[in-house]
Nanobody, 125 residues
């Protein structure tokens, strides 16, 4: 079992930055791939970024490439999402998720084993 708790969301002006954190409990965290997803009002939850268990391979949706960076600290059981140059269209609830068994292609789907409760990010124009 892995429990996930996100933090770091808030209100920021366009062009600003936020760093989201996702603290995990459970012995299997270091072997899980981790993902960040987001859900804007009235829209479906969508993939934003993912990182393999080692932290060596990161994947991003096109709309956040060059602006967001996903990273992890397995010693602290924490995964991060550094978000720079934020835009109003980045406004959403952000969720972190953990996936124990995965392939490269599966990391961008919603088929994760564990989910956090989400943290709100609001970008004002």
């Amino acid at each position: 079992q892995v429990q996930l708790v996100e933090s770091g969301g808030g209100l920021v002006q366009a062009g600003g930055s936020l760093r989201l954190s996702c603290a995990a409990s459970g012995r299997t965290f270091s072997r899980c791939a981790m993902g960040w997803f987001r859900q804007a009002p009235g829209k479906e939850r969508e993939f934003a970024a993912a990182l393999d268990w080692s932290g060596g391979y990161a994947y991003y949706t096109d709309s956040v490439k060059g602006r967001f960076t996903i990273s992890r600290d397995n010693a602290k059981n924490t995964v991060y999402l550094q978000m720079n140059s934020l835009k109003p269209e980045d406004t959403a609830v952000y969720y972190c998720a953990a996936k124990a068994t995965y392939s490269r292609s599966s990391l961008e789907t919603l088929n994760y084993d564990y989910w956090g409760q989400g943290t709100q990010v609001t970008v004002s124009s």
